[in-house]
């Protein structure tokens, strides 16, 4: 039974929320909250449930605190029954964030399901400021959403694109992520606009220590104070003999630095062999390219990789060539999917002529008829003889009212349709021909009856006068 001390806290605890709702100034009231512990936690609930921004921003700060050893699963229990009531829609999102923070589930049904997602992502793309906040929604994602996670992306491409942009582009860098869901969240990537990497703030430079023991294992220790708060991130990471990763540990809510576990690793064996940054970065991107071609990588790793800025380091042979690249824009424009295939092409060469037929294509397909002709011409310098640039050079030609480059082009594709191509195996190459003469008669017809030339006339030369 509580006793009178419990109902004097839970007392100011109401009188501190009610304090609030008529615009006082917020005090600190952590330790009244810790004093209670359980016995706050449907108090904070109903707050949490209530209307006002304020009070319920001060309850899931509460309930967050709260939810850590005993008190967790009465924390948890109470923010699935705000999520599952009738509460507001804000209330539930507030829940189903907390809960989602803490690694569990919930569910709620919400009387404005689209606005409630347009303020979720509001409020993740507002939480995206820093690599290891933008690693930590990642890992959220890939661990509790799956394929939903192309849901999400898609709400904050809407609402804030510049963030999609930043979340797509840390998810399409995790090698947990299954194989073609990895490929759609990287088109993600680039249909978002990008922004500069100096727009999401580097973490503060970290306190590193490379430490190695007889057996020529490996451990990289880095820590740094987060600014403004009391705690600090460490990461270490267990590099072994063949030189991949063997473990990984991140804790983003240590109490002090690294020293203590370094000096317990000193107990074991390990001597500090290097503080060097640079030098524990290549061995950790050495070892992180090396694991990710055997297997993968665990969350830690994600999580706490930005304390060396070793940003995409541990992708090697992962990253997708251009041709690769290439090969799915293509695949793209088969599918109609130009805005996307626009999106890969921009990262090809499109000095390549085969890319710069592709990107011709998407130029044809959205009516940009100049722009695809620009793209041609680089084509047809390099493959002179393939009749399909000839073929899409007409066609550009004629969206532009060009009759006599048109023309031209038609009567280059006839040309080199004649010699052996792979065309030959296309069953749609005899009527492209079949039609291309129709048209070269046609345009020489109305040449003719209009008395404009297709056929451009040699200058005469006039001989010099001494």
């Excluded at 709702?21 to 609930?45: D, F, H, M, N, Y």
């Excluded at 347009?118 to 994602?141: F, H, K, V």
């Excluded at 050079?393 to 080199?416: E, I, M, N």
Aim: aromatic share 4%; glycine share 8%.
């Amino acid at each position: 039974m509580e006793g009178p001390s419990a109902f004097v806290d839970l007392r100011r605890l109401m009188d501190w929320f009610a304090s609030l709702a008529g615009g006082a100034r917020a005090t600190q009231v952590e330790k009244i909250v810790a004093r209670l512990g359980s016995t706050c936690v449907p108090l904070l609930g109903r707050e949490l449930a209530g209307a006002d921004g304020r009070r319920r921003e001060a309850a899931r700060a509460g309930l967050a605190s709260l939810a850590i050893g005993e008190t967790r699963v009465r924390v948890v229990a109470e923010l699935r029954r705000v999520a599952a009531s009738d509460a507001g829609d804000d209330g539930k999102v507030c829940a189903l964030g907390l809960l989602a923070e803490l690694g569990e589930r919930g569910a709620a049904q919400f009387v404005d399901g689209p606005a409630v997602q347009r303020r979720s992502a509001l409020a993740l793309a507002a939480q995206l400021d820093t690599p290891a906040e933008i690693a930590a929604a990642a890992d959220m994602m890939v661990r509790q959403l799956g394929t939903d996670v192309l849901h999400l992306l898609g709400v904050l491409a809407d609402a804030v694109p510049t963030a999609a942009h930043r979340l797509a582009a840390e998810l399409g860098a995790r090698l947990d992520l299954e194989g073609e869901l990895r490929e759609r969240v990287a088109d993600f990537a680039l249909a978002s606009p990008a922004t500069e990497p100096s727009r999401a703030r580097r973490s503060p430079r970290a306190e590193i220590a490379v430490l190695v023991d007889a057996a020529a294992r490996l451990v990289v220790v880095a820590s740094h104070k987060v600014l403004g708060e009391k705690r600090w991130r460490r990461w270490a990471v267990l590099v072994d003999q063949r030189g991949l990763i063997d473990d990984c540990l991140h804790d983003d809510r240590a109490c002090d630095d690294a020293a203590a576990l370094i000096e317990s690793l000193v107990d074991d064996g390990y001597r500090v062999a290097s503080r060097d940054s640079d030098h524990a970065r290549a061995l950790v991107a050495a070892a992180a390219r090396r694991t990710g071609d055997h297997g993968t990588l665990d969350s830690a790793y994600y999580l706490g990789r930005d304390l060396l800025d070793l940003r995409d380091a541990h992708l090697g042979a992962h990253v997708q060539p251009a041709s690769t690249t290439l090969g799915r824009a293509i695949e793209l424009i088969e599918d109609g999917e130009h805005g996307r295939a626009q999106a890969l092409l921009a990262r090809c060469d499109l000095a390549q002529p085969e890319a710069a037929a592709a990107a011709a294509a998407c130029a044809l397909a959205a009516g940009q008829a100049a722009d695809a002709l620009d793209h041609l011409t680089r084509a047809i310098e390099g493959e002179p003889e393939w009749p399909l640039h000839h073929w899409n050079a007409a066609a550009a030609c004629h969206q532009l009212g060009d009759a006599r480059g048109c023309y031209h082009a038609l009567r280059r594709f006839v040309a080199t349709s004649a010699r052996p191509t792979g065309l030959y195996a296309d069953p749609d190459q005899p009527g492209r021909v079949a039609l291309a003469m129709r048209l070269i008669a046609e345009l020489e017809r109305t040449s003719r009856l209009a008395g404009t030339p297709l056929h451009r006339r040699k200058r005469r030369r006039t001989a010099k006068r001494g």
